[in-house]
């Protein structure tokens, strides 16, 4: 897979990718990361890549030209091109997997009031991170980058993330490790039972109840 992160700050993703799974990743060769400046598509004479809102009111608005022309220099028939902005479809673990069966994802990181809406026209996603405004999608695409790029075949054990949070609509099982006594709190006795059907059902138990408490709107999926 390939990621370009379009971007006006790239210097913000300098280290986020050189470590752990994702750095491994890449050194895989299972994902390839390039952090683009879209600025350097400007044709300005000053290199300016927005500008004051038709109508008026506050702020600046990301033109298209830029935008669009950094796009377009890039992007080939497999690509998918993502904008990060609050007002996109929430994000979710199963979009998290979809997106990692694509072979390009364009990234496209906002900042200052928004895009100019016509910029919306060469997206195949607007896609948000939860119900809060950050200062750009900056960190919204390393969230993307990050949650994709784990999916990869060969990036971690694949039992690992069947197990994870949101599959199958519930939270993961609380996990213990040693000492089986830490100031008192003790690691609940089945786990150290060696019976691994009552393991199993208890952990299906602790994902349903803890599911429940939290998160109920996932169970009345
Ligand atoms: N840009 C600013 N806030 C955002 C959010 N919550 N999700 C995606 N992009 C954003």
Redesign the pocket.
């Known amino acids: 897979m390939k990621i370009d992160i379009l971007t006006l700050f790239p210097e913000m993703f300098s280290k986020v990718f050189e470590e752990s799974i994702i750095k491994r990743a890449q050194e895989k060769e299972l994902v390839e990361i390039r952090v683009i400046n879209f600025r350097d598509f400007s044709k300005d004479p000053h290199q300016k890549v927005d500008d004051t809102p038709y109508g008026g009111g506050h702020g600046m608005v990301l033109a298209c030209q830029p935008i669009f022309d950094c796009i377009e220099s890039i992007r080939t028939k497999d690509s998918k091109v993502i904008m990060?902005?609050?007002d996109?479809t929430l994000y979710k673990q199963s979009l998290a997997y979809s997106l990692s069966k694509e072979k390009h994802l364009i990234l496209l990181c906002?900042h200052y009031e928004g895009f100019d809406e016509r910029i919306r026209s060469i997206c195949d996603y607007e896609?948000?991170?939860?119900d809060?405004?950050?200062t750009?999608?900056e960190y919204?695409a390393m969230i993307l980058a990050d949650s994709i790029i784990r999916l990869l075949p060969g990036a971690i054990e694949e039992e690992s993330h069947l197990q994870d949070s949101f599959n199958n609509q519930l939270l993961d099982y609380p996990s213990y490790t040693k000492p089986r006594n830490f100031r008192g709190m003790e690691v609940p006795e089945v786990l150290v039972s060696g019976d691994h059907k009552k393991i199993d059902e208890f952990r299906k138990q602790m994902s349903y109840n803890r599911t429940k408490k939290r998160r109920p709107d996932l169970l009345q999926k």
């Open positions: 990060l902005t609050p996109g906002g896609i948000s991170i939860g809060y405004v950050l750009g999608g919204p």
